[in-house]
């Protein structure tokens, strides 16, 4: 279901979830950013632009998880655009942007720039996040299942990036595959991960 209605404590805490993710051994993109605290503000104004822009959804009125998602053609209205840009700057220097944005850009092109390119429609996913209370309850096979039945009803492909191995092998055991690994040097790796329609 479309998230209707702003739940600040639900954002606060998928925020929190994401800044102090446990990547183990593992560099995410937390590092370019400097604190865990600012990876968390990035991402409530990230789950506020995806809440502005009519791209979030949940499992049910008790906000178990969350999933943003654009459809194909889906823009990016301007209140939308300013909560993700103030959230960058709340949490990020120019410097710490232009070091994230060189690193990515080494890395050579995502799964979604060459669909972008090709002018081929697909489902982007930005963010999925399940609440820590919720957590081991099938929550997170029924957020994606979200975007996957959009995809499957548009037949287009789902798509989304992550930053970590053990993110990844989430998303391969619920049904997506891996289409490339990103090497941005010793910031880690990005994969690129396809669900391709039924």
Partial sequence: MKVTKWNEEAAREIGHAFGYYDYGDEVGMG???????????????????????????????NGEGYIAYTLPGQ?????AGMAL???L??????????RMWKAIVSGGKSLQDKMKKEKKPFIFVGMV?????YQGQGYMRKVLDMAFSEGNRLHVPVILETDARSKCDKYMHLGMELYGVRDIKAYGKLYDLVKFPE
């Fill in 31 to 61: 590092v370019f950013y400097r604190s865990k605290d600012a990876v968390a503000d990035y991402i409530y104004g990230y789950v506020k632009m995806a809440y502005e822009g009519d791209m979030l959804y949940t499992t049910s009125d």
């Fill in 75 to 79: 823009k990016t209205n301007f209140k």
């Fill in 85 to 87: 840009i103030k959230a």
């Fill in 89 to 98: 700057f709340h949490s990020m220097s120019i410097g710490e942007m232009m």
């Fill in 129 to 133: 996040c399940v609440r820590e209370q």
